[in-house]
């Protein structure tokens, strides 16, 4: 039975450099790519069929899936934000349930990207902390720019920090630090309450296609004024064009 979060040795025995994968290589089939919902989104993920063809499985159905099914064909796998708290997966069930996916996800070397909770799911999958802030971060320019990783002359995100900055946050638990060595964090946050170095904000794995961010590149005018209303909470709301830019750009992933 597998434990989470799980060990560092378990999570390096398998995770050893893949001679087929760069993170720099793009894909130039049409991706076949599961969507996990948490909670009741109202981004429009439909955008992504651009990409390939897509299936939902929504978390309050998930303990009734057939995860073979569920991964049968996929090429990637997208987890999208949710109101639960990873370090309470008493209270939320379902994301152990979710756990165990993202574990047969990666075994089976799809590409994956978590936003948000999907984001902090991952960290937990590969032994970070995940924790309950001082305070909730709500708003936009929360990446930070200057902290973007490089090795070498190589930057490690490939994505442009000046549009994914602009991507709103909506977060109350958050990732201090990383302790997996394969784990790179590209970029970290602006310093907040009670994380004076940032936290970290986008993750990508060093050998396989798996993709984190804290902040929400997939949010767009209606879906954050919807969350916003939702939870009693303030922060500047963009327009249509403002959003799809960042949409636009996060996304080449899936490319």
């Known amino acids: ?24 290589k793009r894909r130039d089939a049409a991706m076949s790519i599961l969507i996990v919902l948490n909670g009741n989104t109202s981004c429009d993920y439909e955008k992504l069929r ?11 159905q998930i303990h009734n899936a057939d995860f073979e099914d569920l991964l049968e064909g996929k090429t990637a796998m997208l987890i999208t934000g949710g109101p639960q708290h990873v ?4 209270a939320f069930p379902e994301l152990y349930h979710e756990l165990f996916l993202l ?30 802030l001082p305070g909730p971060v709500v708003g936009d320019g929360f990446l930070d720019v200057d902290s973007v990783c490089c090795v070498g002359d190589h930057r490690l995100l490939e994505l442009n920090p000046d549009v994914l ?22 970029a970290r ?28 590149p997939d949010a767009s005018a209606q879906s954050l004024q919807a969350c916003l209303k939702k939870y009693g909470r303030a922060a500047t709301v963009h327009d ?5 830019a960042i949409w636009d750009e996060f996304f080449t992933l899936l490319k």
């Not at 900055?165 to 590209?186: I, M, Q, W």
């Open 103 to 132: 574990d047969m996800a990666i075994k089976r070397r799809l590409r994956v990207i978590g936003i948000c909770l999907g984001f902090q799911l991952i960290n937990y999958y590969f032994g970070n902390r995940v924790e309950r």
């Open 87 to 90: 370090y309470d997966l008493a």
């Open 50 to 60: 651009k990409y390939g063809t897509l299936s939902y499985i929504h978390c309050s």
């Open 1 to 24: 039975l597998l434990q989470f979060p799980i060990t560092l040795t378990d999570a390096i025995s398998y995770c050893v450099p893949v001679a087929s994968f760069s993170p720099s």
């Open 165 to 186: 900055t602009k991507a709103c946050s909506f977060h109350y638990d958050g990732v201090y630090e990383n302790r997996h060595p394969d784990l790179h964090v590209v």
């Open 240 to 244: 249509d064009s403002y959003y799809n």
């Open 189 to 216: 946050s602006i310093p907040v309450t009670g994380a004076p170095q940032g936290l970290v904000y986008f993750v990508r794995h060093r050998f396989l296609p798996i993709y984190g961010i804290q902040s929400h």
